[in-house]
Antibody, heavy 119, light 109 residues
Framework: EVQLVESGGGLVQPGWSLRLSCAAS????????MHWVRQAPGKGLVWVSR????????TYADSVKGRFTVSRDNAKNTLFLQMNSLRAEDTAVYYC????????????WGQGALVTVSS | QSALTQPASVSASPGQSITISCTGT?????????VSWYQQHPGKAPKLMIY???KRPSGVSNRFSGSKSGNTASLTISGLQAEDEADYYC?????????FGGGTKLTVL
């Protein structure tokens, strides 16, 4: 069974950093592109970033470029999102998402990790 | 990248059909047959319902169907059931990125 389990969320002050992790199981993690998608409280889904299966290619939304870094450890089946210089508008549930094999849609989602940025 | 445009809400009675539109631009929806649709119940993670405009993942009811014309994609749900009440989001590939719609709240009366 495919499972994606995020961790590392919490309450931080503006300007602080936080690193999210996503533990993957039930599939060959190293074969799949992975993404992060976030959802502010009561709001819609927003795409954040993506990383290729081997980690060599990354892409970011303009709103997080230069502040967030996506990475992965294929030996440990884990995806990361390093978030620096956090702002109040980064407050959201962050989902770790798998891309459908040979496709572009998101076929599996984690349960999400809540990040709250507030003083 | 601006969000795709969806109606904020739609409603219908059980057994009826509804269609949710998703309007983008020639840079996203209009350029790729890579629109997907997601269903999200309150407090839950989204679930893939349609991918590549009109394909259904295994396990998704054939009451759900998708289509596209120009810069607008559509999700149709026929034979509405109470459990279809949820938020629905479209998403398009856009030059290595993704762009979501603002979401549509479906109410089954």
């Amino acid at each position: 069974e495919v499972q994606l389990v995020e961790s590392g969320g919490g309450l931080v002050q503006p300007g602080w950093s936080l690193r999210l992790s996503c533990a993957a199981s039930g599939f060959t993690f190293s074969s799949y592109w992975m993404h992060w998608v976030r959802q502010a409280p009561g709001k819609g889904l927003v795409w954040v970033s993506r990383i290729s299966s081997d980690g060599s290619t990354t892409t970011y939304a303009d709103s997080v470029k230069g502040r967030f870094t996506v990475s992965r450890d294929n030996a440990k089946n884990t995806l990361f999102l390093q978030m620096n210089s956090l702002r109040a508008e980064d407050t959201a549930v962050y989902y770790c998402v798998r891309v459908k094999e040979s496709g572009y849609a998101f076929d599996y989602w984690g349960q999400g990790a809540l990040v709250t940025v507030s003083s | 990248q601006s969000a795709l445009t969806q109606p904020a809400s739609v409603s219908a009675s059980p057994g009826q059909s509804i269609t949710i539109s998703c309007t983008g631009t020639s840079s996203d929806v209009g350029s790729y047959d890579l629109v997907s649709w997601y269903q999200q119940h309150p407090g839950k993670a989204p679930k893939l319902m349609i991918y590549e405009v009109s394909k259904r993942p295994s396990g998704v009811s054939n009451r759900f169907s998708g289509s596209k014309s120009g810069n607008t994609a559509s999700l149709t749900i026929s034979g509405l059931q109470a459990e279809d009440e949820a938020d629905y989001y479209c998403c398009s590939y856009a030059d290595s990125r993704r762009v979501f719609g603002g979401g549509t709240k479906l109410t089954v009366l």
